[in-house]
């Protein structure tokens, strides 16, 4: 693997979008490309990850709804609506993902009667405690690290389950 050009993408910061570049890696065997996105990117987003994040835990966890938590995060309502919407769709799997990344890592997960979105901001921050015992993790976020873990596609459209492989072990659980 080694460095093969890059693009521009933009990237909203505090409400201001900014250029970034985004530099590929290219596989030499099979010829193959990939964008080494940095943490705080999220793959098909403007907004950067803790932003996200904080909408999503203020709509889950407040009482509020979308469009103060959007006002608070500078972002428009239909964005943050649209975030609200992947997150409660995919919240299950990113649940019992989470949750097995937690118990990988040897933390105990908490059980839950909770809505699917409850529990899948449990899991992650179970997961990120039990990552934090480990070097590297602690100066990251919980977003963060819950977006260098999936891979940036932890609000994609799609629905493969994206792994993290250490070794010959995977830290992500198939979704049902």
């Not at 985004?22 to 099979?30: D, K, L, M, T, V």
């Not at 919240?91 to 933390?107: H, I, K, P, T």
Request: proline share 6%; aromatic share 10%; charged share 15%.
């Amino acid at each position: 693997m080694g460095f093969w050009s890059g693009y521009h993408r933009f990237v909203r910061l505090a409400g201001v979008s900014r250029p970034l570049w985004i530099r590929r890696g290219r596989c030499e065997p099979c010829q193959s490309t990939h964008a080494l996105l940095p943490a705080f990117v999220v793959a098909h987003r403007l907004d950067d990850a803790e932003t996200i994040g904080a909408v999503l835990e203020q709509v889950s966890q407040g009482p509020d709804g979308v469009r103060p938590a959007a006002e608070a995060a500078a972002v428009p309502h239909t964005t943050a609506r649209g975030w609200c919407r992947r997150f409660g769709a995919r919240a299950e799997g990113l649940a019992v993902a989470f949750s097995a990344l937690a118990v990988e890592l040897g933390a105990q997960v908490r059980t839950s009667t909770a809505s699917a979105q409850r529990r899948a901001l449990g899991a992650l921050g179970d997961a990120f405690d039990a990552a934090c015992s480990f070097p590297g993790w602690l100066a990251l976020s919980c977003w963060r690290f819950c977006n260098a873990v999936a891979g940036g596609s932890w609000l994609a459209a799609n629905t493969n389950s994206p792994y993290l492989v250490v070794g010959r072990r995977r830290f992500m659980a198939p979704v049902p």
